[in-house]
């Protein structure tokens, strides 16, 4: 476990962006908030910093999403400065070796950085398609050529617990607590997944957006406990008074029950985890499909670690906390 309210810099997180661990068992955080990159020994020693605070070469503004790429190479989405850095780490610390430029306009949505069969890197944001805006996936070289690009499916209509309301200069979006949430998901083959929470149905792609296969099975979230719902009416309340939109607007109130499916995302052998929503204080669990969507575990862990920016290994899971005090931690689990 690493992370501290009080203590040595290294070990303390303002926000933590994403965990991976390379050959060596090397453990690489970023931290998106204190715009810095760091790496730890397999023990949790820090031992260097990859990345400090910067516009230049080998400098980070909102560091997101590490990953090993293709040839072994660490790369960080460089969120504000719309750009993906390229490392080569040894023992002796990490040298910048090259960056790709995103195609797209969004800031602050992390997506898993990924590669195709090809070497090409995998973009992933908002842009402009056919005349809107659209989540995409960009397959971009060294050069900074997009040499082919995907839409990420829309919601349907009525199926996302969001309601557009209309205020003194322009709009908001009010979402539900507990509501409907449209998800996608990105593999180190470069397939990806997709998945409206409402139901137990999610979507396997190839790197072309072919469909591959469907997951999808016929059950409920849980009941909602007492703590959850007075939460969830706190949350509304403070939209409505934040925007002063009256209650008797909204389309929604709190739910009685939670969505099936909280987070869908891929680990190191791109198999599909699909993470259900559970009862309140009670253990995560997650359905495990391997490449041909047949169920091959279930995967149970603590409550309030989080998996879905972290690295997942068959006996090893690098995941994220928030202490009760406040302090963001990485954590691994040993399966």
Wanted: charged share 25%; glycine share 10%.
């Amino acid at each position: 476990m690493i992370g501290v309210a009080e203590g040595e810099a290294p070990y303390m997180f303002g926000r933590i962006g994403g965990v991976v661990a390379d050959a060596q068992n090397r453990m690489i955080v970023t931290d998106t908030q204190g715009d810095v990159v760091r790496a730890y020994d397999a023990d949790g020693t820090y031992l260097f910093d990859v990345a400090t605070a910067g516009e230049g070469p080998g400098e980070v503004d909102t560091p997101c999403c590490p990953a090993v790429g293709p040839e072994g190479a660490l790369w960080i989405r460089d969120d504000q400065n719309r750009r993906y850095l390229r490392f080569r780490v040894d023992a002796e610390g990490a040298m910048p070796d090259g960056q790709i430029r995103m195609s797209h306009q969004a800031f602050g949505r992390a997506a898993r950085t990924t590669f195709d069969a090809n070497g090409y890197l995998i973009d992933v944001g908002n842009a402009q398609h056919n005349g809107g805006v659209r989540t995409m996936r960009f397959h971009r070289s060294i050069g900074n050529e997009t040499m082919h690009e995907q839409p990420i499916p829309e919601a349907p209509g009525g199926r996302l617990s969001v309601q557009e309301v209309d205020i003194e200069g322009g709009k908001v979006f009010i979402p539900q607590p507990f509501g409907s949430r449209a998800l996608d998901a990105h593999a180190p083959n470069s397939d990806w997944a997709f998945a409206i929470t409402d139901r137990y149905e999610v979507i396997r792609y190839n790197a072309d957006g072919d469909t591959l296969h469907v997951i999808e099975h016929d059950v409920d979230g849980p009941a909602l406990s007492d703590d959850e719902r007075e939460r969830a009416r706190r949350s509304l309340q403070r939209y409505t008074d934040t925007y002063g939109v009256a209650t008797s607007e909204l389309a929604f109130g709190v739910p009685d029950r939670k969505p099936p499916i909280d987070r869908i995302f891929f680990d190191a052998q791109s198999h599909l985890w699909v993470q259900r929503s559970m009862p309140d204080n009670t253990p995560n669990e997650a359905d495990v499909y391997d490449t041909e969507g047949a169920l091959v575990k279930i995967v149970q862990w603590p409550n309030g670690v989080a998996l879905h920016q972290g690295y997942l290994l068959d006996d090893t899971l690098y995941g994220t906390q928030t202490t009760e005090d406040g302090v963001p931690q990485v954590v691994r689990l040993q399966m």
